[in-house]
């Protein structure tokens, strides 16, 4: 390992701050589009239901990628996902407003079917093992 003034070493503490500090972005940044999605945004093309379900920035701070969850149909989805990621500039607007971070990452947003995916293999374990207790405790 090179020790001097050229060489770059992370003492493990500024690791763990900037994991700690990545986590807490990508909390804020959740709670805050939901906020904007739920109350600013009034684009019809939007689903009635529409679920921040994680925000995952880069590790520099300048990306993230906003996984949503939506209620509806197939096109539903890609039209909710479109007007988003159009207005992840007016989203972006809206949270250098609200916190106070140097730069705002650059939104991307990205269906999340993880809980239709979920709720398929409950349909399917059910079918196989009727009234199974992994679907009676759900």
């Known amino acids: ?3 001097g003034p050229n060489s770059i070493e992370k ?4 690791i763990i701050f900037m994991s700690h500090r990545r986590e807490r972005v990508n ?12 109350s600013e945004l009034n684009d019809p093309r939007i689903a009635y239901l529409v679920s921040v379900t994680s925000a995952d ?11 949503v969850s939506v209620v509806g149909d197939k096109c539903t989805k890609d039209d909710t996902l ?6 992840a ?17 650059i939104c991307r ?4 079917e993880s ?16 009234g199974s207790e992994i679907t009676k405790a759900i």
């Open 27 to 38: 909390s804020v940044l959740r709670q805050q589009i939901s906020q904007i999605i739920e």
């Open 1 to 3: 390992m090179a020790v």
């Open 89 to 105: 500039n007016h989203i972006q607007k809206r949270i250098r407003r609200k916190l106070t971070l140097r730069s705002v990452p």
């Open 109 to 112: 947003f990205y269906l999340d």
């Open 82 to 87: 479109k007007v988003l990621n159009k207005a």
């Open 115 to 130: 809980i239709e995916r979920g709720s398929e293999m409950l349909k399917i374990i059910d079918e196989i093992i009727p």
């Open 11 to 14: 003492c493990p503490s500024d």
């Open 57 to 67: 920035v880069s590790p520099d701070l300048r990306l993230a990628k906003i996984h």
